[in-house]
């Protein structure tokens, strides 16, 4: 079996749409591949939360668009995971702060980590600069031209424990912008996925 530096792992849970920007991992995971150094499993792996497997993950993502109500079962791998010096990026696919998903994945995480422990990041945080150089989070073009709103996000959210990001969160929609296959690239003027190269570099302990 090939042993890998990194492999993508997406967290399947029960409530919810989990299954969402299809393309956007093998275009990530490309990136890598033409970045760094990293010996990069080229298959995403989808796993259940609720599976103990996912503990043994580098990295997890979880994205959707609608209600997240966790099991007993996927709130204590999560907890686990997150507390034993996991990373988790969340994306909310609706680019908002006040929809479904956003208001009930916050709820859940306020359920295992306390209120206070989601909170803004600085725009000179590490994870801005563990690979390539941004001045804050990047925007999408999502967040222009999605529901009516013209709300752009000029920040992220985080749970940190011992100094370090464990969950990372985003009203961006990421998911979305990168969620294209990676031949397209050639046609942007600057590479979007750059960032998700930085998230991953920093979850790996750059």
């Given amino acids: 079996m090939a042993s890998y530096d990194f492999y993508f792992t997406r967290l399947m849970y029960d409530s919810g749409d989990w299954d969402v920007d299809i393309r956007m991992p093998s ?8 970045y760094t150094t990293l010996r990069v499993d ?24 609608k ?3 966790f099991s007993p079962a996927e709130r204590k791998n999560f907890e686990r ?16 702060i006040d929809g479904l998903f956003a208001k009930s994945l916050e709820a859940e995480l306020a359920r295992m980590f306390g209120p206070k422990a989601l909170h803004k990041i600085p725009n000179n945080h590490r994870i801005y600069s563990s690979f390539f150089e941004f001045d804050g ?4 073009g999502v967040e222009l ?14 749970i940190e424990f ?30 979007n996925t750059r960032f998700a190269v930085n998230i991953i570099q ?4 750059a």
């Fill in 202 to 205: 920093y979850a790996l302990g």
């Fill in 145 to 158: 031209n999605g529901w009516g709103d013209d709300l752009v996000h000029d920040y992220l959210k985080a």
């Fill in 42 to 65: 080229p298959v995403e792996r989808v796993v259940a939360l609720s599976d103990p497997k996912m503990l043994e993950a580098p990295f997890c993502y979880l994205a959707g668009h």
């Fill in 81 to 96: 995971y997150v507390r034993g010096g996991g990373f988790v990026f969340i994306d909310d696919c609706n680019h908002d």
């Fill in 162 to 191: 011992n100094g370090r990001v464990r969950v990372l969160y985003s009203n961006k929609d990421y998911g979305c912008e990168w969620d294209y296959d990676f031949r397209n690239k050639r046609w942007l003027a600057i590479d």
């Fill in 67 to 69: 209600l997240v109500q």
């Fill in 137 to 140: 989070p990047p925007n999408t």
């Fill in 27 to 34: 275009n990530v995971l490309n990136s890598l591949v033409e």
